[in-house]
Nanobody, 124 residues
């Protein structure tokens, strides 16, 4: 099991940037695969970005490709999401996830452990 704590959310204007952090603790074998999800009001939680921390392999949702970058600092056990060129439609609660259970990374049910979320609000 992995404990996850997100931070770095806030309010920005369209075109701005934010960097989210996710501090992980617990079983290190559960955090080789990690991801960021987001959930806007009235919408389902959706996968934003994935990273295999053992080798740096990354995947992104089409809606954020070229604007968001997922990365990790293994020494600090911290996952990051650099978000540039933010749009109002990026407004959501952002969650990090770990302890991959198999399946496709964009599926909520594929992840066992979740953080509490950090709010991102982008105004036009």
């Amino acid at each position: 099991q992995v404990q996850l704590v997100e931070s770095g959310g806030g309010s920005v204007q369209a075109g701005g940037s934010l960097r989210l952090s996710c501090a992980a603790s617990g079983d290190p074998y559960c955090s080789y695969d990690m991801s960021w999800f987001r959930q806007a009001p009235g919408k389902e939680r959706e996968g934003v970005a994935y990273i295999y921390t053992g080798g740096g392999l990354t995947y992104y949702a089409d809606s954020v490709k070229g604007r968001f970058t997922i990365s990790q600092d293994n020494a600090k056990n911290t996952l990051y999401l650099q978000m540039n060129s933010l749009k109002p439609e990026d407004t959501a609660m952002y969650y990090c996830a770990a302890n991959f259970a198999g399946g496709t990374w964009v599926t909520v049910q594929s992840w066992r452990d979740w953080g509490q979320g950090t709010q991102v609000t982008v105004s036009s």
